[in-house]
Nanobody
């Protein structure tokens, strides 16, 4: 029973754009929050962006102004629009759902990840 399925990862040149999608099961989508995390090789998993059930959003300082998180309630889908991509954005990106989606300790459900590589 897969609850979160990411897609959209790709190889892109610096300065380019990419949009990630995360299809969620109905009950997973209704959790208090959903968000995106990323993990580069040899690094810890860090929060990138989160959106609460009331629509409140938050971003890591490193992506604020370049990334946008959004939801489509009709499709139970979470998105991450990424613009002005930098090589340091290269990482495996994970969709998450839980009670607090700005730290990994608050996440209850993880997706399998989608790779973003910026050259």
């Amino acid at each position: 029973h897969v609850q979160l399925v990411e897609s959209g990862g790709d190889l892109v040149q610096a300065g380019g754009s990419l949009t990630l999608s995360c299809a969620a099961g109905r009950y997973t989508y209704k959790r208090n929050c959903m968000g995106w995390f990323r993990q580069a090789p040899g690094e810890g998993r860090e929060g990138v962006a989160a959106i609460n059930s009331d629509g409140t959003v938050s971003y890591a300082n490193s992506v604020r102004g370049r990334f946008t998180i959004s939801k489509d309630n009709a499709k139970n889908t979470l998105y991450l629009e990424m613009n002005s991509l930098k090589p340091e954005d290269t990482a495996m990106y994970y969709c998450a759902a839980g009670f607090v989606c700005t730290v990994k300790e608050g996440v209850a459900v993880w997706g399998q990840g989608t790779q973003v590589t910026v050259s």
